[in-house]
């Protein structure tokens, strides 16, 4: 049976619901499956628990979320392009657990690997560590993380088949494979989905057993949060 689905709403067609704990692959703008942000906005689910390296910005990826407060809780690494964000957590309608950026992608593949916690000595001596558990390893500090296994897993990908086989194209794949595996379900959407046959093993970042549902995005023009460019010489 093809896991392909005609659009992005039709991809989360009884998976949304209130309360719904939602991680998304990204980095910035890049690498962000835009279609199934906007069809989470267009369903007007609320009370959402975001887990994503960032929100995107004010008006664009996640941020688009955040302009609907249809978000609870965010699990992030950095807020620092997102007005918004800023807005709502000073005036505590959204709560923010902030975590380092390696913590969280390495929460995201415990959880895919089905490792329950692990220790790690970042963010020991700092706000990130109270109320967590320690113990000493050699003569170190260590501190235990657990694990996040979101409900929901949205990822963005640059080629797939029918089975779900993902492969991503350059920077944007930053976050998406960790937060592929680790979704309790999983929908990617991807610039080209193929006709007939299965992606090159070789070429397979994301094997199709993590992936449950697949849509074609729509053509965009890719956002860049930050464009530096130098000056031409003469």
């Known amino acids: 049976m093809s896991k392909v689905f005609a659009s992005a709403s039709d991809a989360l067609d009884g998976l949304l619901r209130d309360d719904l704990t939602i991680a998304v692959g990204g980095f910035g703008l890049s690498g962000n499956p835009m279609d199934l942000i906007e069809a989470v906005r267009d369903s007007g689910v609320q009370g959402l628990t975001i887990v994503s ?16 407060r249809q978000v609870r809780k965010v699990l992030g690494s950095y807020v620092g392009e997102n007005k918004l964000f800023a807005s709502q957590y000073l005036d505590g309608t959204l709560e923010v657990e902030f975590v380092p950026q390696g913590t969280l992608a390495e929460r995201l593949r415990a ?64 976050f998406n494979p960790v937060v592929a595996t680790a979704g309790t379900v999983t929908v990617a959407d991807t610039e080209e989905v193929l006709d ?34 130098r000056v031409k010489e003469a």
């Open 53 to 68: 390296n960032n929100m995107g910005v004010d008006g664009k990826g996640l941020g688009l979320l955040l302009e609907g």
């Open 196 to 229: 007939d046959g299965f992606l090159d093993p070789g070429q397979v970042a994301t094997p199709g057993v993590f992936v449950h549902r697949v849509v074609a995005s729509r053509p965009r023009a890719k956002d860049i949060e930050q464009l530096t460019v």
């Open 111 to 174: 959880g895919g690997a089905g490792i329950p916690a692990f220790y790690t000595a970042t963010g020991v001596g700092t706000p990130v560590a109270k109320g967590k558990p320690v113990a000493e390893f050699d003569g170190r500090t260590y501190l235990l993380e657990r694990a996040i296994v979101p409900d929901l897993a949205l990822v963005h990908a640059y080629r797939a088949d029918a089975e779900g086989n993902l492969a991503y194209r350059l920077t944007a794949r930053n």
